[in-house]
């Protein structure tokens, strides 16, 4: 299993912007796909952005245009650069990595705080 450690998040201001960064204890070179959850108060966790090994990228409708995902695998290491910020995007949120063999890892979870 792969172990995710995410850093980044915080309390901002609507408009503003975060980076949230998750490291991997491995390479993450031949990981299929990297992406980013988000588990609002009393809703369900939900897919918000992912990239694969070849850079392909896709995005929840909420975040398209706000949010960009990347990954470094010098650094083993996918990032999420999240502007334009709104309240509803406060949550925590989650790193999350799947092997070529569909074995799915999880972070502990950043706490993103929006204001209004």
């Known amino acids: 299993q792969v172990q995710l450690v995410e850093s980044g998040g915080g309390l901002v201001q609507a408009g503003g912007s975060l980076r949230l960064s998750c490291a991997a204890s491995t390479t993450i070179f031949s990981i299929n796909v990297m992406g980013w959850y988000r588990q609002a108060p009393g809703k369900r966790r939900e897919s918000l952005a992912s990239i694969t090994s070849s850079h392909t990228t896709d995005y929840a409708d909420s975040v398209k245009g706000r949010f960009t995902i990347s990954r470094d695998n010098a650094k083993n290491t996918v990032y999420l650069q999240m502007n334009s910020l709104k309240p509803e995007d406060t949550g925590v949120y989650y790193c999350?990595?799947?092997?070529?063999?569909?074995?799915?890892?999880w972070g502990q979870g950043t706490q993103v705080t929006v204001s209004s």
């Open positions: 999350t990595t799947v092997t070529s063999e569909g074995a799915r890892s």
